[in-house]
Nanobody, 132 residues
Framework: QVDLAESGGGSVPAGVTLRLSCATS????????LAWFRQVPGKEREGIAS????????YYEDSVRRRFTISGDTNKKILYLLMNNLVPEDTADYFC?????????????????????????WGQGTRVTVSS
């Protein structure tokens, strides 16, 4: 019943903007911890942004702070990640995830997301490739 599906990735030149979407169903969208993660092949998945939809707080990992914005559309049940001024280091597979508001990334901040071990539901990922 629960489904998360990312879209919006692609191959783009550095400096452009992309908006990733995560369409959700079957979750308590307005009472969840929603987050974005990214993973480079051969490396550990890392959390980059989280959104506590219960109180509206958002959190960012330092590498994307001031460039990326996490947000959501409650009516459409869609989570977004707006990525500004993309650089080649942003190249990765991007995943959205959903968990309880008690997830560490929403209790304490994005630095606590780690690999998202306390998130219950995951999308399949969307690939972002940024060329120089």
């Amino acid at each position: 019943q629960v489904d998360l599906a990312e879209s919006g990735g692609g191959s783009v030149p550095a400096g452009v903007t992309l908006r990733l979407s995560c369409a959700t169903s079957g979750i308590s969208f307005s009472n969840s911890c929603l987050a974005w993660f990214r993973q480079v092949p051969g490396k550990e998945r890392e959390g980059i942004a989280s959104f506590d939809t219960g109180d509206g707080h958002t959190y960012y990992e330092d590498s994307v702070r001031r460039r990326f914005t996490i947000s959501g559309d409650t009516n459409k049940k869609i989570l977004y990640l707006l990525m500004n001024n993309l650089v080649p280091e942003d190249t990765a597979d991007y995943f959205c995830a959903a968990g309880n508001r008690s997830a560490l990334g929403c209790l304490y901040g994005a630095s606590w997301l780690d690999d998202g071990e306390d998130f219950t539901y995951w999308g399949q990922g969307t690939r972002v490739t940024v060329s120089s």
